[in-house]
């Protein structure tokens, strides 16, 4: 069973920044596609990025783009969100994804999850 563990979650002021990162139990023999979503309160699950398994494209909802920032490291097996200029409508749960099976920007398509950090956002 393949586990995906996040940190970096916390409270800031409006304006600041975060840095979350994720790091799956396996390295994954052919890489994977991972990704960000988050569930705000009282809210659906919803895509925040994806990146592809080299790192070489990048995918961003409207809402978080110019914002925020996906990247990996492959030798360190690593993912982060790079979160800056963060605003009170970006409190959520942020969860990292890996394995999509289909649409990235469908929670129902990713195969792992972790367990979720908590980013809360203060005005």
């Known amino acids: 069973q393949v586990q995906l563990v996040e940190s970096g979650g916390g409270s800031v002021q409006a304006g600041g920044a975060l840095r979350l990162s994720c790091v799956p139990s396996?390295?994954?023999?052919?890489?994977?596609?991972m990704g960000w979503f988050r569930q705000p309160p009282g809210k659906e699950r919803e895509f925040v990025a994806a990146i592809t398994s080299s790192g070489t494209s990048t995918f961003y909802a409207a809402s978080v783009k110019g914002r925020f920032t996906i990247s990996r490291d492959n030798a360190k097996n690593t993912v982060y969100l790079q979160m800056n200029n963060l605003r009170p409508q970006d409190t959520a749960i942020y969860y990292c994804?890996?394995?999509?099976?289909?649409?990235?920007?469908?929670?129902?398509?990713?195969?792992?999850w972790g367990q979720g950090t908590q980013v809360t956002i203060s005005s």
């Open positions: 994804a890996a394995d999509p099976e289909g649409d990235y920007y469908k929670p129902a398509d990713w195969a792992y």
């Open positions: 396996v390295r994954f023999s052919s890489g994977e596609p």
